[in-house]
């Protein structure tokens, strides 16, 4: 019998909560998480047991570890596994959870959208002056430009999403809701404007049509993966 398996995540930003309970729905089946993997999580197989879990998202110097996985320790989380600024805790139910407030709840989801627009905001500025460029160029300068634009927009356009989901978390918590519903009807709105803007709008620029293709298909296709990864993980847990 495997001693370790791979399990998918939903994107901590969209569904923190739904894979932390998820883990614990395996250590019930004794598959204990030893690691983070690409878009997932790897699990090893030990004795039945009830656990919850927790993420914190903090930055941290080698100086500051130490006293950081400490005091967790000392509240009743064990430090599971780090990934950059994203660390997974573990307890006993009945523990005190990490975040109890909403300062708190709200500090954390700050942690993470200030360590992601570092290098995200930048990122996504110059994918936008790429294609800028593209527009207003031509030749083979054109090309070259549309070539680089597709390859950063690949990255750049999840990436922004990811950050607009976790302002939303944010938001959600500080109980903006009127920013939350916005968040939750942007992508249908976008989605809207593109099928228009392909199916009725004549003579759009060739530079402009791939752009909004591309702008479907990071709808599309996350949509898409979701759905498989959310059925492949329910058929996964049959398994088990």
């Known amino acids: 019998m495997r001693q370790t398996k791979y399990i998918p995540s939903g994107g901590l930003a969209f569904s923190e909560d739904e894979d932390m309970e998820k883990l614990r729905r395996f ?6 998480v030893s690691g983070f993997k690409f878009m997932g999580y790897t699990l090893e197989k030990g004795e039945s047991l009830d656990y919850i879990y927790s993420i914190d998202y903090r930055s941290l110097t080698e100086d500051e570890e130490e006293e950081y996985f400490a005091f967790f320790s000392s509240a009743g989380w064990s430090h599971i596994a780090s990934e ?7 307890a006993l139910p009945g523990t005190q959870p990490i975040y109890t407030d909403r300062d708190t709840t709200v500090e954390k989801y700050k942690n993470l959208s200030d360590s992601m627009n570092k290098l995200a905001i930048p990122f996504v500025f110059i994918t936008a002056l790429v294609w ?3 527009m207003i160029s031509s030749g083979i300068l054109q090309s070259i430009l549309l070539g680089v634009a597709v390859i950063l927009s690949i990255i750049a356009l999840p990436t922004a999403w990811t950050i607009i989901t976790t302002y939303s978390n944010k938001w959600k918590v500080e109980g903006r809701k009127g920013l939350v519903n916005l968040v939750k009807t942007l992508p249908f709105l976008v989605l809207l404007i593109v099928v228009i803007l392909l199916l009725f709008v004549r003579g759009i620029d060739s530079t402009i049509k791939l752009l909004t293709y591309m702008i479907a298909g990071a709808i599309a296709l996350p949509t898409a993966i979701w759905v498989i990864m959310t059925l492949y993980h329910k058929m996964g847990e049959k398994k088990v």
């Open 132 to 134: 800028i460029g593209a």
């Open 84 to 90: 950059a600024n994203i660390h997974l805790f573990r």
């Open 27 to 32: 250590s019930l089946k004794g598959w204990h």
